[in-house]
């Protein structure tokens, strides 16, 4: 008589489950891909335009850089912040509300805390390429990169993942879609202002330089700024740390949260 084989014991993120949903956002990218890529890259890419040579015409250096040079770079903090937080809100909310997908994916050998963990690294992937198309429009017009700039893309990624949790995190708070004006406005608005893109910093008042620490985006700006210069330091190592941290706690709200209007 044999002896049955011990059952294997599941890890607490199967990679199967976070491969299944990933195939699944690839297949439905597949179909949407050409809208979403355009809104994507076209609105930093106005941004980019406009501020630099509208601003850029009155002036010329800010903060040692070019203004076309601190602007493009900055800008890709602001592609990034969009492309993710926006997929993470809606795209989260639409599929738990109306598409009911995340009940089917649910209904399979995946957990919530897995179907988190893979809807955000898509939606980091995306981000972390779509954060590069500033940089693009930028070397048009003079920008001339180090070779560090191969950083941008993973800089974007840890930032879009972060920025995607907590879009998801939002999508379980808000009683309906039209309730997300409010974190657009109240919320991601002032991050996006308030990150050093436009502008340093150091130009606002003390207690205002001191808040910007706690932007998620002004780290983000600041490492993507570096990089494309090769003004890469130790303070870079507190920008990541800042980035990192930040993930992990909207990775815990989007579980938390979600589990809730999803099973309990």
């Excluded at 493009?72 to 909310?93: D, P, R």
Aim: aromatic share 14%; proline share 6%.
């Amino acid at each position: 008589m044999t002896t049955p084989p011990p059952q294997q014991r599941l890890r607490f993120i199967e990679p199967a489950a976070l491969i299944g949903v990933l195939v699944h956002d690839l297949a439905v990218f597949r179909r949407y891909w050409l809208s979403t890529t355009f809104s994507s890259v076209v609105e930093p890419t106005i941004y980019l335009l406009a501020f630099g040579f509208g601003f850029g015409s009155l002036v010329s250096v800010v903060g040692g850089y070019r203004y076309l040079d601190f602007l493009g770079t900055g800008v890709v903090g602001t592609a990034v912040l969009f492309t993710s937080a926006f997929a993470g809100m809606f795209q989260t909310f639409v599929r738990r509300t109306f598409q009911h997908t995340y009940d089917a994916v649910l209904a399979t050998p995946v957990d919530v805390h897995e179907l988190v963990s893979g809807e955000a690294l898509w939606i980091g992937a995306k981000a972390a390429v779509y954060g590069c198309a500033p940089l693009g429009v930028a070397v048009l017009f003079g920008l001339r990169p180090s070779p560090t700039v191969v950083l941008v893309p993973a800089i974007g990624f840890v930032t879009g993942l972060g920025f995607g949790l907590f879009g998801m995190w939002m999508s379980a708070l808000v009683p309906n879609i039209d309730s997300f004006n409010y974190i657009i406005s109240a919320v991601l608005t002032p991050l996006f202002l308030v990150a050093g893109t436009f502008f340093p910093l150091n130009t606002l008042p003390p207690w205002a330089h001191t808040a910007s620490q706690l932007n998620p985006l002004y780290h983000c700006v600041e490492l993507v700024r570096h990089a494309v210069f090769n003004r890469l330091s130790l303070n870079d190592v507190g920008h990541l740390a800042a980035l990192a941290f930040f993930a992990a706690a909207m990775w815990v709200g989007a579980v938390v949260f979600l589990r809730r209007k999803l099973i309990d």
